[in-house]
């Protein structure tokens, strides 16, 4: 039998068995100036998730806000401490990735018919309250939501004489 025909394993690829050697080895290669040797496509794609990943990032993060500024709405009596540290919480997030990355200011607004209608199902699920007493239409504009001072008001009550 002869060796001439056994081929050496294949070498293991780190972006796909070791993601963080992967990158530090690319970090490596960036620093050295040698350019000819990095993973261009993996590296491509890694660096173009990270802008996805702060959309991802707000749009979560507005869900959480929806959420809770419904149940601050829609249950005065159970309002906690919590519920207006975690408003504040999401809105300064949102406003440090904003302000790292300017060119988002837009995404809130583009996404906020679709975190509105997650905000109800988080509220239903964490009030009880079935999901169609919470309006389709959001009673606040992205703007309130997001501003820092702004507390919505308990709905009127309907005058039942």
């Not at 990270?50 to 929806?66: A, C, P």
């Not at 207006?84 to 990735?97: D, G, K, N």
């Not at 199902?121 to 009673?139: M, N, Q, R, Y």
């Amino acid at each position: 039998m002869s060796n001439a025909g056994l081929k050496p394993p294949p070498v293991a690829d780190p972006y796909e068995t070791d993601f963080y050697l992967w990158t530090q080895a690319q970090a490596e290669l960036l620093r050295a100036r040698r350019f000819d040797e990095l993973d261009l496509e993996n590296l491509i794609d890694e660096v173009a998730s990270v802008g996805g990943s702060e959309e991802r990032e707000i749009g979560n993060r507005l869900v959480v806000l929806l959420g809770h500024l419904l149940k601050w709405k829609y249950q005065p009596g159970a309002r906690k401490n919590g519920w207006t540290a975690t408003i504040f919480e999401q809105r300064t997030q949102i406003a440090l990735i904003l302000r790292a990355s300017p060119s988002l200011k837009p995404h809130p607004a583009s996404v906020f018919a679709a975190s509105y209608l997650s905000g109800r199902l988080l509220a239903s699920k964490e009030t009880g309250i079935d999901v169609t007493l919470f309006p389709e239409v959001p009673p606040f504009t992205v703007v309130q939501a997001l501003d820092l001072d702004y507390l919505p008001k308990e709905p009127d009550l309907l005058d039942q004489s």
